[in-house]
């Protein structure tokens, strides 16, 4: 397993969660990462990206609502969010982008 993903869950609308994904050493200092999603029945979109000198990029729907962070002192890269709308319902995978390398994906839920 290349990437691990933790996070993730059951919120209600309004609510935040937090997503990781761990990677090695080689893999985090030498690619930008990425959070995609995909909900049932929808192609899987990239969310948020950030390069190696943590420039992020963000789809429009979760613009000022999603927070993307790497920590290179511990191989990881983070997915906070905050005020989950329920479009927000979707398995969020983490992507290493040079090295095409997916974690196991993660389902995020929110539901009143």
């Known amino acids: 397993v290349q990437l691990v993903e933790s996070g993730g869950g059951l919120v209600q609308p309004g609510g935040s969660l937090s997503l990781s994904c761990t990677a090695s050493r080689t893999v985090f200092a030498t690619t930008t990462m990425g959070w995609y999603r995909q909900a049932p029945g929808k192609q899987r979109e990239l969310v948020a990206s950030i390069n190696t000198g943590g420039r992020a990029n963000y789809t429009d729907s979760v613009k000022g609502r999603f927070t993307i962070s790497r920590d290179k002192s511990k191989n990881t890269v983070y997915l906070q969010m905050n005020n989950l709308k329920t479009e927000d319902t979707a398995v969020y995978y983490c992507?290493?982008?040079?090295?095409?390398?997916w974690g196991q994906g993660t389902q995020v839920t929110v539901s009143s």
């Open positions: 992507n290493a982008r040079a090295w095409e390398y």
